[in-house]
T-cell receptor, first 111, second 114 residues
């Protein structure tokens, strides 16, 4: 069964303390991997799409990378406003429409 | 540019009652999605529309859930009858045909079934 597993479930960091979130996936063929940010009481907000191993995308303090089995979301010198749940999702090549989300990592940045 | 609109924002019903949610996607977006997000989990796709047609409804519990998208714009999702396990946030999202993987989500409707 296709799965998307995110770790850790929750992460608390001090402001300025860099870290990484992990997303591992098991699909027969990856069409695309996506990162979203979700604030409490709101819908997810699109961050990045990655298509092939070795690809990297950056946005402000966030950098997403992709390998054949997993993706990392690196957060450099985070600020309290980066606190949110970060969701990873994949679309399998054989099923162009069905997107599978992970359960997310709840990130909390202390000032 | 206006975002994805959903209503109501909150709904409390008793089990076995029916409920309907409404979604207005971003203007010009051909693809519309309905998701169910249970507390502590990621969103689960229920149904995807491309204009008026259904692309994927494989995870929609068709014995109690129904959805329609009239004229390829607004959409409604209905639950009848509701069960306790339907308590969740129902999210609507839309995407442009050219950037199908970049989905824009509405704020969601929080449903509580008692």
């Amino acid at each position: 069964e296709d799965q998307v597993t995110q770790s850790p479930e929750a992460l608390r960091l001090q402001e300025g303390e860099s870290s990484s979130l992990n997303c591992s996936y098991t699909v027969s063929g990856l069409r695309g991997l996506f990162w979203y940010r979700q604030d409490p009481g709101k819908g997810p907000e699109f961050l990045f799409t990655l298509y092939s191993a070795g690809e990297e995308k950056e946005k402000e303090r966030l950098k997403a990378t992709l390998t054949k089995k997993e993706s990392f979301l690196h957060i450099t010198a985070p600020k309290p406003e980066d606190s949110a749940t970060y969701l990873c999702a994949v679309i399998e090549y054989s099923s162009a429409s069905k997107i599978i989300f992970g359960s997310g990592t709840r990130l909390s940045i202390r000032p | 540019e206006a975002g994805v609109a959903q209503s109501p924002r909150y709904k409390i019903i008793e089990k076995r009652q029916s409920v309907a949610f409404w979604c207005n996607p971003i203007s010009g977006h051909a693809t519309l999605y309905w998701y169910q997000q249970i507390l502590g989990q990621g969103p689960k796709l229920l149904i995807q529309f491309q204009n008026n047609g259904v692309v994927d409804d494989s995870q929609l519990p068709k014995d109690r859930f129904s959805a329609e998208r009239l004229k390829g714009v607004d959409s409604t999702l209905k639950i009848q009858p509701a069960k306790l396990e339907d308590s969740a946030v129902y999210l609507c999202a839309s995407s442009d045909t050219g950037t199908a993987y970049e989905q824009y989500f509405g704020p969601g409707t929080r449903l509580t079934v008692t």
